[in-house]
């Protein structure tokens, strides 16, 4: 039950993250499902982003060589 649970909530926080991603300029790159990992574009160069993330404490997403994002 426990493990159900705990994968119920990444699955939807992970959809959640992908809207707010996408209302902030983010556009997902694939339209299919995904469970708890997804792609990004980013409209400025990742490092662009990731840094100030990382200044105020967050975990940005992993820069893919296509300039996308992999959250």
Known sequence: QGLRQAAELCCSKA???QGKLAEA???PVYSGEFFHEFVTRCPVEPEKLLRPLAEKGYL?????????LLW
């Open 25 to 27: 300029g983010l556009a």
């Open 15 to 17: 959809h959640y993250l």
């Open 60 to 68: 940005g997403g992993l820069p893919l060589p296509d300039g996308g």
